[in-house]
């Protein structure tokens, strides 16, 4: 007998939308695109097979519908209250799942970038500031408004504290207010802001930018990026450093040096 039962639609859109880039996108905009643990493992497993892949130098993060993502599911962790531990075990294992996801952007040694068309809020908003860069709608928002229903948004603390500064950061999560596209950008939590149908024009604009360059120089300056912001400045100065000179070791950092003395475009290698 034929089984005429619906097939679920993917929760991870994923898609080549030009040599070298790769688009993935948020496909739950009935429930707001939140970050349920089915969604958040399988956006984990896209990011590192497309970091893995040879072919592909920059990756965008979009969303279906008209928000980018509301966050945690609380449906889905409210659900767990009847759990014999009260969903203890359940909210640790949800936690700990968001974590590894947002470190597995970070760890990419593919350049990550949000396009946002929608509202992000919470680990939504969390998860616009782990990406690398964020081009967002003029009518886009954000908001870490987790202090208003009790519980602080202390995970997309992590994330926020670490690209806006210190006070834009604290008023964020103490007032759990939207902030405007504007504000966002003016914070240092996106990096462009234009009308809502040229979000995606001006993501895969920087993507094709970033996709020209050398996919190891990249991946070399991702990784020293990351790990240097987290040390003492003389730690930071001898690491980044020894990046430097292995950097220089590379085929091509030779090529592009001497394309440059050359004056004609270098031919990349990848190594």
């Known amino acids: 007998m034929q089984d005429l039962s619906p097939v679920a639609a993917p929760l991870i859109l994923s898609e080549r939308v030009e040599p070298g880039i790769a688009k993935l996108t948020l496909n739950r905009p009935a429930a707001r695109n939140a970050l349920s643990r089915d969604l958040m493992r399988d956006l984990h497993v896209e990011i590192e097979r497309l970091g893995k892949d040879p072919a592909v130098a920059v990756i965008i993060l979009a969303a279906s519908g008209k928000v980018y993502s509301s966050g945690h599911d609380l449906k889905e962790m409210t659900a767990h209250r009847t759990d014999a531990d009260g969903g203890e075990a359940f909210f640790r294992k949800t936690m700990s799942a968001c974590s590894a996801m947002m470190q597995a952007i970070v760890a990419c040694p593919k350049p ?6 929608g509202r992000a809020t919470a680990a939504g908003c969390q998860l616009v500031a782990t990406c690398d860069l964020a081009v967002a709608a003029e009518t886009a928002d954000f908001a870490t408004p987790g202090v208003n229903i009790g519980l602080f948004c202390s995970t997309p603390m992590v994330a926020l504290s670490r690209n806006v500064p210190r006070k834009r950061a604290m008023e964020m999560l103490l007032l759990g207010e939207a902030l405007s596209a504007s504000d966002a950008l003016s914070f240092g939590l996106v990096n462009r802001v234009v009308a809502a149908d040229k979000v995606m024009d001006e993501a895969l604009g920087m993507a094709r930018i970033i996709a020209a360059k050398s996919k190891a120089t990249v991946a070399i ?3 020293a990026f990351y790990r240097q912001a987290e040390m003492a400045l003389d730690e930071a100065y001898a690491y980044a450093s020894e990046v430097m000179v292995k950097n220089m070791m590379t085929a091509d950092a030779g090529e592009g040096i001497c394309a440059f003395i050359e004056k004609r475009h270098p ?5």
């Open 221 to 223: 300056g991702k990784a």
């Open 112 to 117: 990550v970038i949000a396009a946002v068309e």
């Open 267 to 271: 031919e990349w290698k990848d190594k």
